[in-house]
Antibody, heavy 121, light 108 residues
């Protein structure tokens, strides 16, 4: 089991930008597809974006497409989420998660502790 | 987008009881890509079951998953107070990845 530690959250005004980071340790970061998942206060889980291990594949949820960009730096074992044009509905805890593939299944087997983003004027 | 609907929304049970949580998909989901997570207040989700019926490492055998197609269940036998949490199903088979809205389980 590895460790994922998010950082970069905080309070930001609507329309502004913020970059989240997720530092990975204890596993071969460059061999895993990584994801961001968010959770609005008191609400359920919403998948946000994924990036493949070699950065060749990136997908974003429609709700953030064109505003958020996922990236990674395998030399630094770090995952990023660049968020721009932030809206109040982007408020929530943002988790990074590791995708595991096993016996034909895919799932998130490791999660960070989360980073709180609050969009408010 | 595959919509996952979980039921019931909330339930309150006593220690030692057995509970079955339901997850219904708007389209057929390969059982290989239906997962269950447990989330306690202030914590990140924790994987319980993957591939519809395989328990994750360290998960007690009181937790079991089953189902296929559009109907999946998570059963918890012999409830313990520490099972109080919100339980989410997730499908990983079709983009975008989606989660159910969650079932909140309270152990009285």
């Amino acid at each position: 089991q590895g460790q994922l530690v998010e950082s970069g959250g905080g309070v930001v005004q609507p329309g502004r930008s913020l970059r989240l980071s997720c530092a990975a340790s204890g596993f071969a970061f460059n061999t895993y597809t990584m994801h961001w998942v968010r959770q609005a206060p008191g609400k359920g889980l919403e998948w946000v974006a994924l990036v493949s291990s070699d950065v060749s594949i990136k997908y974003h949820a429609d709700s953030v497409k064109g505003r958020f960009a996922i990236s990674r730096d395998n030399s630094k074992n770090t995952l990023y989420l660049q968020m721009s044009g932030l809206r109040s509905e982007d408020t929530g805890v943002y988790y990074c998660a590791r995708e595991q593939n096993l016996r034909g299944s895919a799932f998130f087997d490791d999660w960070g502790q989360g980073s709180l983003v609050t969009v408010s004027s | 987008e595959i919509v996952l609907t979980q039921s019931p929304g909330t339930l309150s049970l006593s220690p030692g009881e057995r509970v079955t949580l339901s997850c219904r998909a708007s389209q057929s989901v390969s059982g290989s890509y239906l997962n269950w997570y447990q989330q306690k207040p202030g914590q990140a989700p924790r994987l319980l079951v993957y591939g519809a019926s395989s328990r994750a490492t360290g998960v007690p055998d009181r937790f079991s998953g089953s189902g296929s197609g559009t109907d999946f269940t998570l059963t918890i036998s012999r409830l313990e107070p520490k099972d109080s949490a919100v339980y989410y199903c997730q499908q990983f088979g079709r983009s975008p990845i989606t989660f159910g809205q969650g079932t909140r389980l309270e152990i009285k």
